[in-house]
């Protein structure tokens, strides 16, 4: 098992499909390639506001046994555990980690707005049911729970709960967390338009969206903030903040993969209930992608293959 250290940036993969809604393995393989070129530190399968709710648990096992045949142990996979029932849940993380997972990202109870008890007692159950790490995703804005400071105080107790994916939108949560616990978690930015500002408040790392269409620039802006070279990390953050817009968006799967259409590294397929965007909004969003790509900053030099924390 490749070891977790919840610093750094870590994609949350797309799912490339075909046009005949079958997964996308030599896409999903070529992104993966071009992420870990690029230096990113981990991967992350499944996302819940990505396409993971999309695919079967076979379809998921696949990509994941896939994943690490191709990293050979080079960095750390992680998959994301999201389940309407704790029963559902558990049986997940066991079988991730069968599969060979490095780690799990968690989220609360999926279409239920369970309490704090509920979901403290959610989280503990997956946690004792598999010795894997566990990432917390907090994001209370599209999932309607909030983890709060005194229910981490809750789950501190626990040594696999170690890092926490910081999507409230309210980054002054970073600083809470530093506050409450030091450096008990991990604090990963879960929004990509809050990224160097995480960064510069603290955070150990990004879960990334835009990551899937420009990599290099994505781990290049981690990189210069860790290095405190800031005035070159905020130029290309100021160059990416319209395209990491797209991030924040319902239809972030949509945009992101019409990104990396124009990056070469992704297409514009979705499997249904999503659909590829009419062409009025497509070519919308295709003009904010297309005016970065036409101002895309030379990147400076860093060291990408060391980690800067």
């Known amino acids: 098992m490749t070891s977790v250290t919840w610093t750094g940036v870590y994609p949350a993969l797309l799912t490339p499909f075909t046009k005949s809604d079958q997964v996308d393995i030599p896409l999903f393989l070529k992104n993966l390639g071009a992420q870990a070129d690029a230096g990113v530190d981990g991967i992350i399968l499944g996302g819940s506001l990505g396409e993971g709710g999309s695919l079967s648990s076979e379809e998921k096992v696949d990509l994941l046994k896939r994943s690490k045949d191709f990293l ?3 960095i750390p996979v992680v998959m994301n555990i999201a389940e309407p029932t704790t029963r559902a849940a558990v049986q997940q993380a066991e079988a991730a980690a069968s599969a060979g997972a490095d780690g799990l990202m968690l989220l609360p109870p999926m279409r239920y707005n369970a309490d704090d008890r509920e979901t403290l007692a959610h989280f503990r159950a997956v ?8 990432m917390i995703y907090n994001n209370p804005v599209d999932y309607k729970i909030l983890v709060t400071l005194d229910m981490f105080e809750e789950l501190s107790g626990i040594q696999t709960i170690q890092a926490v994916k910081e999507s409230t939108r309210d980054v002054s949560n970073v600083t809470r967390m530093f506050n409450r616990f030091g450096e008990r978690f991990k604090i990963l930015c879960g929004v990509d338009t809050l990224a160097y500002e995480s960064f510069c408040l603290g955070a150990h790392g990004w879960v990334a969206g835009l990551v899937d269409a420009f990599p290099r620039e994505t ?3 981690y990189r210069l903030t860790k290095a405190g070279r800031h005035a070159e990390a905020l130029a290309i953050y100021r160059w990416f903040l319209p395209v990491l817009e797209l991030d924040i968006h319902p239809k ?19 499997r249904a209930p999503r659909l590829v965007p009419e062409e009025a909004e497509k070519q919308r969003i295709l003009a904010i992608i297309k005016e970065a790509l036409a101002t895309r900053p030379v990147l400076p030099e860093y060291e990408k293959d060391v980690l800067l924390y």
């Open 72 to 74: 050979q142990g080079a």
């Open 219 to 221: 781990v290049a802006i």
């Open 252 to 270: 972030l799967v949509q945009y992101i993969k019409l990104a990396a259409t124009l990056t070469g590294i992704g297409s514009e397929w979705v």
């Open 127 to 134: 946690a004792a049911s598999t010795p894997l790490p566990i």
